[in-house]
């Protein structure tokens, strides 16, 4: 049976993920702020829901001691924030601190803690959920707390495949696409069912000869 670990579960694009995988028929280890109010993600059969902020450290190992040694196949770093608007002349550098903590730090914690599970399992696949707002070379000078903070993601997840390349693990870039969530807004282009419907199909298709990628979900390679 395959194992996938995904962050920020509790709603939007991670709740619709563990959806597919459990009706798919894989254990899900679901990682949420708060458990208690995960209601939609506790009635899915198949998903086991644990406590984890992904900006704390102590929260992350918590979370990895209850997990234990279980191999985990799959581990999608999802949890996110927006970051504000966040424009010149406006900016709020706690805020963006909090965000590159949230969004660039969290996933690297995670695949830190869980790399001897990733590394114990069949598939051995890391993902983090990027955004092409994270492409420096289509900055459009707004949005500067997020896009430095999905930039940093891509940059650090590009080298913990360079830094584990040869082991048989796939780090793995997704763009969901400009989704129908909290974050993404209801004039989104699509729904949090289709996005993670391609995010899925990508996460199979790659191996590690795709590893430190950038795709978005319906496979189109992003630039840097
Ligand atoms: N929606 C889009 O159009 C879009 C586009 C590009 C990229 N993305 C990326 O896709 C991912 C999911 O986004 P979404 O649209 O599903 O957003 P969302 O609906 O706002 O959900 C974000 C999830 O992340 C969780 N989260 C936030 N901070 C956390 C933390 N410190 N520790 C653990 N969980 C935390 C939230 O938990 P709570 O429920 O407890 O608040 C929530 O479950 C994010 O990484 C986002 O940057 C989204």
Redesign the pocket.
Known sequence: MTTVLI????????LELARQYAADGARVIA????PGAALALKAISGVEVHT????DEASVQAFHQAVGELPVDILIA?????GGRSVLGELDFDRWLQTLN??SL?PVRLAQAFLPNVKASADKKMVA?????GSTSTHAGDMFAYRAS?AALNNAWVGLAAALKGEGLTFLLL?????K????GAG?QIT?AASAEGLRERIAEAGPALSGRLFAYDGEPLPW
Do not use: Q
């Open positions: 962050s920020g579960a509790n709603r939007g694009i991670g990682g949420v702020r708060d984890l902020d992904v900006a999802n949890a996110g924030v927006g949230v969004n969290g959920i990027s955004s092409t707002l999905k763009h969901p696409g400009w989704v969530t909290d974050m993404g989104a949090p």
